[in-house]
Nanobody
């Protein structure tokens, strides 16, 4: 099983970027799959997760209204469209997945946490310049 991220890079403040996670070796439609990000020295935080089984979606408060997650079952990819990027969005973005055929389950106070996800990509750098 493998998750491979692509599409990262450097963008100016206010710009847009789309990053993609390509999954292989999974029963894709049983996955909760999406994105975490991490700044050096900080904990990895959930950005956006989508349930392939019921379509439910999680967004962190910091990205709501700016980021959109989508997935394509035929291609086994998950995209994260990031608009109005801010300097504080600079991070390494990781694709993560877990088998969760019943939908998304997470604490409302904490959101999805990394320990719940069994599969990870290597990460991709997104840098927003001012």
């Amino acid at each position: 099983v493998q998750l491979v991220e692509s599409g990262g890079g450097l963008v100016q403040k206010g710009g847009s970027l789309r990053i993609t996670c390509t999954a292989s070796g999974f029963t894709f439609d049983d996955l909760a799959i999406g994105w975490f990000r991490q700044v050096s020295g900080n904990e990895r935080e959930a950005v956006s997760i989508i349930s392939r089984s019921d379509g439910s979606v999680y967004y962190s408060d910091s990205v709501k209204g700016r980021f959109t997650i989508s997935s394509d079952g035929a291609e086994k990819v998950v995209h994260l469209q990031m608009n109005n990027l801010q300097v504080e969005d600079t991070a390494v973005y990781y694709c993560a997945a877990e088998y969760s055929p019943g939908g998304l389950y997470y604490s409302r106070s904490r959101g999805p946490v990394p320990e719940e996800f069994d599969f990870w990509g290597r990460g991709i750098q997104v840098t927003v310049s001012s």
